[in-house]
């Protein structure tokens, strides 16, 4: 069973800086892209980055510049730097990854729990 868990997440002053990371366990064929999703109070979620197993990345506008997505395959992890946070960044932060069980099987998303980021101003 795989297993995506998140870490790093906590209370930061705005214009302040975080690190959140997020790392994949248990048995797997591959990984293809990750990412994060964000949902705020009462918000949809939404997606805030990407990056693929060679490395291209994308953001939504609203972090573009201030954010940075990165990953270490050797260790199926994926991290979001988060820099000059604004209140409207507070969210739970939700790691993915497309992956695979089997050589031959599907990519299929999987999930993490959550990490809790909250901005304040």
Avoid: H
């Avoid at 870490?7 to 990984?31: D, E, K, P, T, W």
């Avoid at 990750?34 to 949809?44: C, D, L, N, T, V």
């Avoid at 988060?82 to 507070?90: F, H, R």
């Amino acid at each position: 069973q795989v297993r995506l868990v998140e870490s790093g997440g906590g209370l930061v002053q705005s214009g302040g800086s975080l690190r959140i990371s997020c790392a994949a366990s248990g048995s797997m064929f591959g990984i293809s892209t990750m990412g994060w999703y964000r949902q705020a109070p009462g918000k949809p979620r939404e997606l805030v980055a990407t990056i693929t197993s060679g490395g291209n990345t994308d953001y939504a506008d609203s972090v573009k510049g201030r954010f940075t997505i990165s990953r270490d395959n050797a260790k199926n992890t994926v991290f979001l730097q988060m820099n000059s946070l604004e209140p409207e960044d507070t969210a739970v932060y939700y790691c993915y990854a497309a992956l695979r069980v089997t050589g031959t099987g599907p990519y299929t998303n999987q999930w993490g729990q959550g990490t809790q980021v909250t901005v304040s101003s």
